[in-house]
């Protein structure tokens, strides 16, 4: 598979991945302070340094959607370094000790999440 079709595909898992992590932390976040509203939600995880963690997603995803609809093309650089790091992110080697915990606990917790890694893992290779 192309390079360029096959970070297409790793985004679109990694978008998955994203959005079921965001969706298993409001359930947790709910269960202490209550149920919130969509709006109110969307401002904790933009502010609350608690959610800072999901932010690695959401500004890989945005980068790399910016990258294809750049008019000038898509450099073979941009999209091998947008593979790399997906892929460091999901092999969790981010430095964020937070991020790791997180990010582990999540995967060995739902099995939804360790299912979308898997498939996510499986299409880098």
Known sequence: MENVEKLKNARNILLKLHKSLIDRERELFEEIHGPLKASEFLNILLENADFAWLRKFSMLIVEIDEMFVAKDGV???????????????????????????????????????????AELRSSLS
Do not use: H
Not at 79 to 105: G, H
């Open 75 to 117: 450099p073979d650089d941009l999209v091998n370094a947008n593979l790399v790091m997906i892929s460091e992110l999901v092999e969790m080697t981010e430095e964020d000790e937070y991020f790791r915990a997180k990010y582990r606990n999540a995967v060995q917790k739902y099995p939804d999440v360790a299912g979308l890694q």
